[in-house]
Nanobody, 126 residues
């Protein structure tokens, strides 16, 4: 059973940066496709970023492209989301997710991922 634990959220002013961490246990992130999603109050969970298990391909939502970066540290079995130039509209609970079956196709849908963390709150003040 894969367990994912996010950390690094908090309150930051617009224009600031945060780095979210997703530590995995019970599995090896280097062999999984990993994704980050977020959910704001009253809204559906939405795709933010993903990296295919090969480590070659990364994908970003248009709203975060150029500002956010997904990366993994295989030695620490951890995936990160570096968030720069934060905006108030980035405020949400952020979740990491693992696709252990490493299927092909799009990485942007929640149904693709079998395991989820509990989420970490990110609040960006204007």
């Amino acid at each position: 059973q894969v367990q994912l634990v996010e950390s690094g959220g908090g309150l930051v002013q617009a224009g600031g940066s945060l780095r979210l961490s997703c530590a995995a246990s019970g599995g090896t992130v280097s062999t999984y496709t990993m994704g980050w999603f977020r959910q704001a109050p009253g809204r559906e969970r939405e795709f933010v970023a993903a990296e295919r298990w090969t480590g070659i391909s990364t994908y970003y939502a248009d709203s975060v492209k150029g500002r956010f970066t997904i990366a993994r540290d295989n030695a620490k079995n951890t995936v990160y989301l570096q968030m720069n130039s934060l905006k108030p509209e980035d405020t949400a609970v952020y979740y990491c997710a693992a696709d252990v079956n490493r299927g092909t196709g799009v990485l942007t849908t929640t149904g693709r991922y079998e395991y989820w963390g509990q989420g970490t709150q990110v609040t960006v003040s204007s």
